[in-house]
């Protein structure tokens, strides 16, 4: 019984982390798109979509 309360309680705080990190850095490159577009040399919508390609295959790859 003890390493089942242990075992969700790790679950629990793993999602937690996960949720907290994947937050920051999405407020982190949020800002930074208009310069990934000049720099790139891409429309800011692109930009946009390759950040959101990130943060999916982020998303996936927890509950994988």
């Known amino acids: ?3 089942r ?3 969700r309680l790790g679950l629990l705080l793993v999602g937690f982390a996960t949720f907290i ?3 920051a850095g ?3 490159l949020g800002p930074a798109l ?3 577009a000049r720099s790139f040399g891409i429309a800011p919508a692109t930009a946009g979509q390759v950040v959101t390609a990130l943060w999916v295959g982020c998303a996936s790859g927890v509950p994988a």
């Open 5 to 7: 309360r242990r075992a």
């Open 1 to 3: 019984m003890q390493d």
């Open 34 to 36: 208009p310069a990934f």
């Open 26 to 28: 999405q407020s982190l």
């Open 21 to 23: 990190v994947m937050g």
